[in-house]
């Protein structure tokens, strides 16, 4: 079958760095996606990965391991507007986006 | 370019009444979605299209129908709404590349009682 897991909810203090986990199975690969999503809005697209490595986007960076399985998403000098959700999903043979149940970043002062 | 608009925001249904979700996008993507998204659970996907007449099934489509008889418009449709119904219906859509990113409409409230 096919799965993403990431962790339910997480906590960071502003100003830190924080690293959210996301694990995959799928039918297929064909790029992982890491999405933000504040309470009430819809889904915006953060990063893409499809090969090994990191990418890096200002604050954000995410990095994939394909033989793994594996990616995480890294927000640095953490903000108040950073809480939200963060969602990953995994791109399969039939190029339909497997959605994680996202993971809860809260930010404390 | 107002992206990938939905009507209507809020909707409370009684148990059997039906309804149609209107999603619209101005980019003229080819890919289209309609996915459900409920407390704990990521986002389910209810029915797709790849282009203007057609449609397909996601992985939760029962009780729901849709329509694309044009490209910036798709249509999701309950003919007897249920309490199981009850959640966030996002529209999205891309151009249909590997590498593309969906783009989300703000989202349609739906409470059934």
């Known amino acids: 079958g096919q799965n993403i897991d990431q962790p339910t909810e997480m906590t960071a203090t502003e100003g830190a760095i924080v690293q959210i986990n996301c694990t995959y199975q799928t039918s297929g690969f064909n790029g992982l996606f890491w999405y933000q999503q504040h309470a009430g809005e819809a889904p915006t697209f953060l990063s893409y990965n499809v090969l090994d490595g990191l990418e890096e986007k200002g604050r954000f960076s995410s990095f994939l391991s394909r033989s793994k399985g594996y990616s995480y998403l890294l927000l640095k000098e953490l903000q108040m507007k950073d809480s939200a959700s963060y969602l990953c999903?995994?791109?399969?043979?039939?190029?339909?986006?497997?959605w994680g149940a996202g993971t809860k970043l809260i930010i404390k002062p | 370019n107002a992206g990938v608009t939905q009507t209507p925001k809020f909707r409370v249904l009684k148990t059997g009444q039906s309804m149609t979700l209107l999603c619209a996008q101005d980019?003229?993507?080819?890919?289209m979605y309609w996915y459900r998204q409920d407390p704990g659970m990521g986002l389910r996907l209810i029915h797709y299209?790849?282009?203007?007449?057609?449609?397909a099934k996601g992985e939760v489509p029962d009780g729901y129908n849709v329509s694309r008889l044009k490209k910036q418009n798709f249509l999701l449709g309950l003919e007897s709404a249920a309490p199981s119904q009850t959640s966030v219906y996002f529209c999205?859509?891309?151009?249909?590349?590997?590498?593309?990113?969906?783009?989300f409409g703000p989202g349609t409230r739906l409470t059934v009682l």
């Open positions: 999205a859509s891309d151009p249909g590349g590997a590498a593309d990113t969906q783009y």
């Open positions: 299209s790849v282009g203007e007449g057609t449609t």
């Open positions: 999903a995994g791109r399969d043979s039939n190029y339909q986006l497997i």
């Open positions: 980019m003229n993507h080819e890919y």
